[in-house]
């Protein structure tokens, strides 16, 4: 009786069979196969309470009955078990099966316990690790999975067997290094010991199969393996990318060269047709000056209609002679190869002034001597910006700063107008700021522009006085 109370309120279902037919189970069975009460379990067969086949395939009132012969053999067996309960739902459980004798009949106990959530979840890690590997399998870039002591590959995948040339037989009897050339392989070892790899890139070249060097991007992920130090390592192949960026760098190289040449060829021109103007055709003028002013004092004084003409042929040379020195050295200062920077640039400041009516302030160190090719880049740029202030700014004010701190040089022009905003600073017609910034970079210097909406403009070039080592 008292065991009669501890079949029933166990929490696990037990089910009583005499060979092959239920006749008794607990509380705990009825609720798991649905049944409201014993008489519709009792007399039911294995296989009215199984699907048709387990899982492995085999009948299962067949091999129910292989299970029987076995405990009846052995005395007990555990097994795993899917039945289905009265609603047709499906169940799996763990089965222990023992048999007793009662009253010489031999009856079979079978207790359960219910592993349908774990068979669930087991079955799910199947389907994702399926998804895994068809994701390893399909992926468009090669992968490698290899071990970081050994540096041995176990598993490629398809993308990595076709871009490669190697057949996975090949790729697992090779290891990682083998497809980098050899001096790189040091590189690799110390990017692998990185205790904080995960993610991390490595560039370096592989070699196919054919020869063909490649350059690629490894980004390494440790792998959860138990026993083995194992990475996925995922291949970027960026070959094609950095041609076109060292294409693309080249041209622009070559574009600068063109620039400057163009720019040297042009300074070269401006002073060829500068000094032609102010030596020959300076000269003419002044002979022609000298002569009028011969036959100025010949001209008898009562003939004043002479007189008066030969003054104004005078008067009109004179302009003449000025225009020309005005041209010549707007074309080519001679005063920057004669005096330098400095007085180049408070000449050309005064000129400034008197021209545009802006108060102009200068502060020039007058020590600072540079080459020719630094002096014309220097003082073109300050032209340029000096007719920015006239174009753009609306200034009254303009300032000029020459110094030299520390070896370095630095050129700083500011203006109180309306301030230059970035859009105009990058923007795709400042052809003439682009300019300035190419000349200052290609002295080795490097120009930097800011404005302040309605407080002004301030350009700023710095360069090293020793001038071989360019700013960054
Ligand atoms: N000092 C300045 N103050 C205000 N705006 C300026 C100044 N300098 C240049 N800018 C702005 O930047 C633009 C680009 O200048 P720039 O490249 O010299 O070309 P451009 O003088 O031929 O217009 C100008 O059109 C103007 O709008
Ligand atoms: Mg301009």
Request: hydrophobic residues 40%.
């Amino acid at each position: 009786m008292k065991f009669r109370l501890l079949f029933e309120r166990s929490l696990e279902p037990i089910v009583i069979f005499d060979e092959n037919r239920i006749i008794d189970c607990n509380a705990a069975a009825l609720s798991i196969m649905g049944a409201a009460d014993r008489q519709q379990l009792v007399g039911a067969s294995i296989e009215e309470i199984s699907p048709e086949v387990q899982p492995d395939g085999q009948l299962s009132g067949e091999k129910a009955r292989d299970i029987v012969k076995e405990v009846l053999k052995t005395g007990g067996s555990k097994f795993e078990w899917v039945h289905r309960n009265l609603d047709g739902k499906l169940f799996w459980v763990d089965v222990f099966l023992t048999h007793v004798s009662v009253n010489d009949r031999t009856l079979l106990c079978g207790t359960w316990r219910d592993i349908t959530q774990r068979k669930i979840a087991q079955e799910s890690l199947r389907l994702s690790e399926k998804r895994y590997q068809e994701m390893f399998e399909k992926n468009p870039q090669p992968l490698f999975v290899f071990d970081v002591d050994t540096l041995e590959i176990i598993d490629v995948n398809l993308a990595a067997i076709e871009q490669y040339g190697f057949s996975f037989e090949e790729f697992v009897s090779m290891t990682l290094g083998q497809l980098l050339q050899a001096d790189e392989i040091p590189r690799l070892i110390s990017h692998l010991s990185d205790p904080e790899i995960n993610g991390k890139k490595l560039s370096c070249k592989h070699i196919r199969k054919n020869g063909d060097v490649r350059d690629v991007e490894m980004t390494g992920h440790e792998l959860d393996f138990p026993g083995k130090n194992l990475r996925i390592a995922i291949i970027n192949d960026v070959t094609e990318a950095k041609k076109a960026q060292e294409e693309l760098r080249n041209s622009y190289e070559r574009l600068k060269m063109l620039s400057a040449h163009i720019q040297e060829v042009r300074e070269n021109e401006r002073k060829g047709i500068a000094m032609e103007l102010h030596d020959v055709l300076g000269q003419i003028l002044t002979t022609i000056n000298m002569d009028l002013s011969w036959l100025s004092k010949r001209i008898p004084e009562k003939e004043k209609g002479f007189q008066a003409k030969v003054s104004s042929m005078i008067f009109m040379v004179k302009q003449a002679v000025k225009t020309v020195q005005k041209v010549s050295s707007e074309l080519r200062p001679v005063i920057l190869d004669d005096f330098g920077l400095a007085a180049a640039i408070e000449h050309g400041a005064q000129s400034f002034e008197k021209k545009s009516g802006i108060t102009t302030s200068v502060m020039l160190d007058r020590t600072i001597e540079l080459d020719k090719q630094r002096n014309t880049a220097l003082f073109r740029i300050f032209q340029e910006a000096a007719t920015n202030v006239i174009r753009h700014a609306g200034a009254t004010k303009f300032e000029v700063s020459l110094h030299k701190d520390n070896d370095i040089i630095t050129l700083l022009m500011e203006d109180n107008g309306c301030g230059i905003s970035a859009e105009e600073i990058s923007g795709k017609m400042s052809f003439g700021i682009l300019g300035m910034k190419e000349r200052a970079s290609f002295i080795g210097g490097k120009l930097e522009i800011s404005g302040l909406k309605g407080k002004g403009t301030q350009i700023r070039v710095v360069l090293p006085h020793g001038g071989k080592k360019a700013l960054q």
